[in-house]
């Protein structure tokens, strides 16, 4: 059973900056995973704001940017907003499954 | 605009069945990849199938093998989600999402605003 696991909740000032990670239980995230990363707010859908490691969608503000850092895959939060508080999940790809696995979720608070 | 609309969820006793449905409009379906995502109340995000732009290829989560068959007619723009044998633990929101082009990898960029199953007696 794949488990890919992210920080249970971290909590970031207004302006400040966060980084959140994304770990798979079968070793280090490489691009060959195609991580993504969603936001999620109470009540609603999902939002796709990254996907292969690093690439934004026309809609992900410019404060949001994500990176391979240390074999896990990165979203970081620059300058957040209060409107960043949400649920954040990352997707990687495993090849051999073949088959796409969510993360456990971070939950930002921002205060 | 695109637009992805799930329907279909409903109350269902356990050992029942339910097809779900995604209508898309606003892109050419059959030039993308598509997927289903489920998300129990509460609780996170799980990845559940996905189907080629043909239809000739599917993948599905291994926790739900066997139950749940995920299918598309292209000439009516929709997916679909056939789910039996009902179990309790299959209670959750329902989403579709597109794939950003026609291959296993490409990335989520769309997606609905879910459809709730609750299996219940």
């Known amino acids: 059973q794949t488990v890919v696991t992210q920080e249970p909740s971290l909590t970031v000032s207004p302006g400040g900056t966060v980084t959140l990670t994304c770990a798979s239980s079968?070793?280090?995230?490489?691009?060959?995973?195609?991580p993504s990363w969603f936001q999620q707010k109470p009540g609603q859908a999902p939002r796709s704001l990254i996907y292969s490691a690093s690439n934004k969608h026309s809609w992900t503000p410019a404060r949001f940017s994500g990176s391979l850092l240390g074999g896990k895959a990165a979203l970081t939060l620059s300058g957040v907003q209060p409107e960043d508080e949400a649920e954040y999940y990352c997707l990687l790809y495993y090849n051999g499954a073949p088959s796409y696995v969510f993360g456990t979720g971070t939950k930002v608070t921002v205060l | 605009e695109v637009q992805l609309v799930e329907s279909g969820g409903a109350v269902v006793q356990p050992g029942g069945s339910l097809r779900l449905s995604c209508a898309a409009s606003?892109?050419?379906?059959?030039?993308?990849?598509m997927h289903w995502v489920r998300q129990a109340p509460g609780k996170g995000l799980q990845w559940v199938s996905l189907i080629s732009w043909d239809g000739s290829i599917t993948y599905y989560a291994d926790s739900i093998k066997g139950r749940f068959t995920i299918s598309r007619d292209n000439s009516k723009n929709s997916l679909y989600l056939q789910i039996n044998s009902l179990r309790t633990e299959d209670t959750a929101f329902y989403y579709c999402?597109?794939?950003?082009?026609?291959?296993?990898?490409?990335?989520?960029?769309?997606w609905g605003q879910g459809t709730l199953v609750t299996v219940s007696s």
């Open positions: 999402a597109k794939g950003t082009g026609g291959l296993i990898t490409s990335p989520f960029d769309y």
């Open positions: 606003g892109f050419t379906f059959d030039d993308y990849t």
């Open positions: 079968t070793g280090a995230v490489t691009s060959g995973f195609y």
